[in-house]
């Protein structure tokens, strides 16, 4: 059974940067994508980021374009997120997810599309 694990939370002010990392368990096999969640006190989830494997293809929401970057080194095993320009309203609890799809197929957007899911790391953006 895939495992990942969030790290690189915290607390920073209105303009800095943080970067978070997701380390998988193992190697994954085949056509799959990567994202990363966010989940505030009284919200849904939504997806922020997204990227297949080898990074050929990533989007993103547009609360995060232009400050977020996902990247994903499959050599070893771990997935990033660095964030600038962070805003009080990115506060919440970040989660990596994993899922596989068909070859050729686009990343779904969907948090209850993914099967595989960190336990989360907390960020907090002070004003």
């Known amino acids: 059974q895939l495992q990942l694990m969030e790290s690189g939370g915290g607390s920073v002010q209105a303009g800095g940067s943080l970067r978070l990392s997701c380390t998988r368990s193992?190697?994954?096999?085949?056509?799959?994508?990567m994202g990363w969640f966010r989940q505030a006190p009284g919200k849904e989830r939504e997806g922020v980021a997204y990227?297949?494997?080898?990074?050929?293809?990533?989007s993103y929401d547009d609360s995060a374009k232009g400050r977020f970057t996902i990247s994903l080194d499959d050599a070893k095993n771990t997935l990033y997120l660095q964030m600038n320009s962070l805003k009080p309203e990115d506060t919440a609890m970040y989660y990596c997810?994993?899922?596989?799809?068909?070859?050729?197929?686009?990343?779904?957007?969907?948090?209850?599309?993914?099967?595989?899911w960190g336990q989360g790391t907390q960020v907090t953006v002070s004003s």
């Open positions: 193992s190697y994954m096999p085949g056509t799959y994508c």
């Open positions: 997810a994993a899922v596989f799809i068909l070859r050729g197929g686009t990343c779904p957007l969907g948090h209850y599309e993914y099967n595989y």
């Open positions: 990227i297949s494997r080898g990074g050929a293809r990533t």
